[in-house]
């Protein structure tokens, strides 16, 4: 039988690049894989922008979601038949009327607000970047810090209306969830992860001794052993 389409989503303050280490595995182990631009504008917005990538992907398929990606693959999967799995990699799973910010604030330890710029958009929004000089430390304390600062500079914002948008029903209400994090997530806290991963019935959780909030760099092989299982 041919293997899923491993579909992976970053998430804020991140690109598609971030997944390089991930993509080569699945791609050594034979699998397909599509790296998703997330547009970062809105729940509803880029759940419909990867709904639409969806459509053009042949055969079965697994969403992998980082950060504010797990807001995007939980909103994106319900009716699409193709998708048989969810992997949240230090993502957010929320239910129905719950957003990003409301996640991360449930529990004490997200140091995020502070590191935050603003850039004031047309329309009275702000898209929101880490400021380089916190972003090692807040972000990825676990990679080395000349890779995080290529990171920090290579960020892509996300608006601050998108972190306060409430989700629509979950994906992982129907279908099968996984979850990998790190111990040491400054952006959302440990807590928040065990929580979400209980309440979505989670197959198996990995919870990462040190690991920051983008574990999944240096920590790329624990995250490909637990898509391969998701796959399978």
Same mark, same amino acid.
């Given at each position: 039988?041919?293997?899923?389409?491993?579909?992976?989503?970053?998430?804020?303050?991140?690109?598609?690049?971030?997944?390089?280490?991930?993509?080569?595995?699945?791609?050594?182990?034979?699998?397909?894989?599509?790296?998703?631009?997330?547009?970062?504008?809105?729940?509803?917005?880029?759940?419909?922008?990867?709904?639409?990538?969806?459509?053009?992907?042949?055969?079965?398929?697994?969403?992998?979601?980082?950060?504010?990606?797990?807001?995007?693959?939980?909103?994106?999967?319900?009716?699409?038949?193709?998708?048989?799995?969810?992997?949240?990699?230090?993502?957010?799973a929320p239910d129905a009327g719950e957003s990003a910010g409301d996640l991360a604030g449930r529990f004490p330890g997200s140091s995020l607000g502070e590191t935050l710029a603003p850039?004031?958009?047309?329309?009275?929004?702000?898209d929101l970047y880490i400021k380089q000089d916190r972003y090692h430390h807040q972000f990825a304390a676990d990679s080395p810090a000349a890779e995080a600062a290529i990171m920090a500079?290579?960020?892509?914002?996300?608006?601050?209306?998108?972190?306060?948008?409430?989700?629509? %029903?979950?994906?992982?209400?129907?279908?099968?969830?996984?979850?990998?994090? *790190? #111990?040491?997530?400054?952006? $959302? +806290?440990?807590? !928040?992860?065990?929580?979400?991963? %209980?309440?979505?019935?989670?197959?198996?959780?990995?919870?990462?001794?040190? *690991? #920051?909030?983008?574990?999944? $760099? +240096?920590?790329? !092989?624990?995250?490909?052993?637990?898509?391969?299982?998701?796959?399978?």
């Amino acid at each position: 039988m041919s293997k899923p389409t491993i579909v992976l989503v970053h998430g804020a303050f991140a690109e598609s690049a971030s997944w390089n280490g991930v993509i080569q595995r699945l791609l050594d182990a034979g699998y397909p894989a599509v790296a998703l631009a997330n547009p970062l504008r809105g729940v509803r917005h880029d759940a419909d922008y990867l709904r639409t990538t969806l459509t053009g992907i042949e055969g079965d398929v697994v969403l992998v979601g980082h950060s504010y990606g797990g807001m995007v693959i939980s909103n994106a999967s319900p009716g699409v038949t193709s998708v048989k799995a969810l992997v949240y990699v230090g993502a957010f799973a929320p239910d129905a009327g719950e957003s990003a910010g409301d996640l991360a604030g449930r529990f004490p330890g997200s140091s995020l607000g502070e590191t935050l710029a603003p850039t004031k958009l047309p329309d009275g929004t702000n898209d929101l970047y880490i400021k380089q000089d916190r972003y090692h430390h807040q972000f990825a304390a676990d990679s080395p810090a000349a890779e995080a600062a290529i990171m920090a500079v290579t960020q892509r914002p996300i608006t601050d209306a998108a972190l306060g948008e409430p989700s629509g %029903e979950p994906g992982w209400k129907t279908l099968p969830s996984w979850f990998l994090f *790190g #111990s040491e997530d400054l952006n $959302i +806290p440990v807590e !928040a992860h065990r929580f979400m991963a %209980e309440r979505a019935g989670s197959r198996r959780t990995v919870e990462l001794a040190g *690991g #920051s909030h983008t574990v999944a $760099i +240096p920590e790329a !092989a624990a995250l490909v052993e637990l898509i391969e299982e998701a796959a399978r």
